[in-house]
């Protein structure tokens, strides 16, 4: 069974903070991304990597960087944190070979 | 641009079927997907068509696939109160080669079965 697991559930933290998302699969999976999920506007890709020390921008990169590291894990940072960055964040793992994407259970993020 | 549309709620009584619409603009995609959100969970794969298909059905899960008009469906028979999620459809947009396995998701669909 593919698992990919999400640092915390939920996450509060203050405006300006710098804020680590960690998201790990353990099925050695190549493909990772980065998503949030904001009401009516659907899933909107942010980051993702095919490889170790490869990332590319999705959609909606401002505001965030990635790191992979290791081939299971994947962090998102928040540099600096604002207000218009309080979403639901989900990790996705997919092998290279497939186009289905295993997610997390996801972070629900609060900046105040 | 690559783009997925979809309306953002439905509300079915339980025992009817569901129909659950969705448009896409890349015509070179080669899969659609439909993946299923339940409340508090991420997403979970829940059928798939590849787009030389005009339906497939699995179960209760029937999905059509007008190429023509760049629409895509997913009908729920007998729909019942556990199906209440958001429905999400995705393409694939495979201009050039798609490194990374990239998705282009719709905004969802929030499906509520009323008993």
């Known amino acids: 069974d593919v698992k990919v697991t999400q640092s915390s559930r939920y996450l509060v933290k203050r405006t300006g903070e710098k804020v680590f998302l960690e998201c790990v699969q353990d099925m050695d999976h190549e493909n990772m991304f980065w998503y949030r999920q904001d009401p009516g506007l659907g899933l909107r890709l942010i980051y993702f990597s095919y490889d170790v020390k490869m990332k590319e921008k999705g959609d909606i990169p401002e505001g965030y960087s990635v790191s992979r590291e290791k081939k299971e894990r994947f962090s998102l940072i928040l540099e600096s944190a604002s207000t218009n960055q309080t979403s639901m964040y989900l990790c996705?793992?997919?092998?290279?070979?497939?186009?289905?994407?295993?997610f997390g259970p996801g972070t629900r993020l609060t900046v105040t | 641009g690559e783009d997925v549309e979809q309306s953002l709620f439905l509300s079915v009584r339980e025992g009817d079927s569901s129909v659950i619409n969705c448009t896409y603009t890349?015509?070179?995609?080669?899969?659609l997907y439909w993946y299923k959100q339940e409340p508090g969970a991420g997403l979970q794969l829940l059928t798939y068509?590849?787009?030389?298909?005009d339906m497939k059905q699995d179960q209760r899960l029937t999905v059509l696939l007008n190429k023509k008009d760049k629409h895509l469906s997913l009908r729920i028979a007998d729909t019942q109160t556990g199906d209440s999620a958001i429905y999400f459809c995705?393409?694939?947009?495979?201009?050039?080669?798609?490194?990374?396995?990239?998705?282009?998701f719709g905004q969802g669909t929030e499906l509520s079965v009323k008993p």
């Open positions: 068509i590849f787009s030389n298909m």
């Open positions: 996705a793992s997919s092998p290279r070979t497939s186009l289905e994407q295993y």
């Open positions: 995705a393409e694939t947009p495979v201009r050039g080669y798609n490194q990374g396995g990239k998705l282009i």
């Open positions: 890349d015509s070179s995609s080669t899969y």
